[in-house]
Nanobody
Framework: QGQLVESGGGLVQAGGSLRLSCAASRINFVINAMGWYRQAPGKQRELVARITRGGSTNYADSVKGRFTISRDNAEDTVYLQMNSLKPEDTAVYYC?????????WGRGTRVTVSS
């Protein structure tokens, strides 16, 4: 059974940086897009950033210019570099991997930004 494992969350002061990583394993199909979503308390899960296998990216307006998504296709790993963090970035961040048959989700990593 395929799985995604996130790491890199934590507590950081406003203006600081964090780098999230997500490694896929035991997924027997080609992974097309990979992405990061987040869910803040009392809010719906939202897309943060997404990257295709070819490297095309898209970002939520709220993170443009601050966050950068990248991936290593050979290692089936996706990263999210988060700079200039704001308290409103506080959420649980989930990794997503899309294949032709299935969407995979990680269990999430918590990011807390203090003011």
């Amino acid at each position: 059974q395929g799985q995604l494992v996130e790491s890199g969350g934590g507590l950081v002061q406003a203006g600081g940086s964090l780098r999230l990583s997500c490694a896929a394993s035991r997924i027997n199909f080609v992974i097309n897009a990979m992405g990061w979503y987040r869910q803040a308390p009392g809010k719906q899960r939202e897309l943060v950033a997404r990257i295709t296998r070819g490297g095309s990216t898209n970002y939520a307006d709220s993170v443009k210019g601050r966050f950068t998504i990248s991936r290593d296709n050979a290692e089936d790993t996706v990263y999210l570099q988060m700079n200039s963090l704001k308290p409103e970035d506080t959420a649980v961040y989930y990794c997503n991997a899309n294949t032709v048959l299935h969407d995979y989700w990680g269990r999430g990593t918590r990011v807390t930004v203090s003011s």
